[in-house]
């Protein structure tokens, strides 16, 4: 896997004074080549540009009047490289921010931005919020060119008043998951907030009098009303 190094060895029927090796898996790669009479090794260290799957190799090599070697492109021995990953990808950034009319706090109906960038490119990835909806992120191109992905949130009643929490989880191509994720890396946080008055769908006045919206000494006006929210006190003038 990355950063491991890959070492070609070979020993030839008689002495080489040039020899060559080159290592492929998508691209060429630059190998460092090192022979001595008729022996040589070829290494190169594996990269995260390297292609995962099997790796192919040449080598070249001619004797000291100057006839060329076949190449060769298999081992002797059968053995071989497969490029791997076994790393789980993690997460550089994460950022999240509202739109909303105060930095840092959402209400009902606002949308909130989950941004992230990954180490690595990955092929699923999924948030979710803390009313449990699940969203799908989807992968964009900055101005830089770099890429990044996002999850966006409608708040909506469902969702507390406090902290909007999240997780992100993600798999490489390789099917490596991602540690799960539930802070930011820049300390942003948004906060579901109520900044919207109550209001009263309904309201009637009735009185237990004799006749019909009516009163006298002694008898019991009621008002009733709805409100559009569960509100905590109230108020009757």
Partial sequence: ERGDLVTLEFVANENVTSASCSFERGARIAAVMHSSGAAGVCEFTATVQDQLGRLSFTIDAADAVGNSMQRVTTTTDGSLVELVDLTPPTLMSVTIAAASRTTGSAETGDVVTLEFVPSEAIRHT????????????????????????????????????????????????????LQQVTTTTDSSTVTIVDLTPPTLRSVTLASSGRFGGSAERGDVATLEFTPSEPITSTICT
């Fill in 126 to 177: 999924a948030c979710t919020f803390n009313d449990g909806s699940v969203r799908e992120a989807s992968e964009y191109v900055t101005l830089g060119g770099g890429l990044k992905w996002i999850c966006q949130h409608t708040v909506t009643g469902r969702d507390e008043l406090g902290q909007l929490h999240f997780t992100i989880d993600a798999v490489d191509v390789a099917e490596n998951s």
